[in-house]
């Protein structure tokens, strides 16, 4: 598998994690739900340590980590913001760099 899949498939992963975190600490903080401290504890991790982590990149980097791991965002976001070859090749470096920080 050529690493771009690859790391497409880890990013993928990566936003399914960071948003269902999100997802139980609003519930927690909305009293919607009542979660084990433990496990409050390893979603308020997991949120911070992307963040962190997509903090540090560059910022182009740091955009596309946004739009597309913190937010979930798909489509065709990135027109008002790059041309289509420079999206891929920031994409690219993102995701590597994201990736490799984690």
Known sequence: MKRNKKDKL??????????????????????IMNYPQSVLEYHRRNVYHMEYVAESLRQEERLIIEKEVLEGQRGKWY????????????????????????
Do not use: G, H, Q, T
Not at 14 to 29: D, Q, T
């Open 10 to 31: 880890e990013i993928d992963l990566l936003s399914r994690s960071y948003l269902n975190s999100k997802r139980i600490l609003n519930e927690y903080m909305d009293n």
């Open 79 to 102: 027109r008002n913001y790059f041309s289509e070859p420079s999206y891929y090749r920031y994409r690219v470096s993102a995701y590597a760099n994201f990736l490799r920080c984690l």
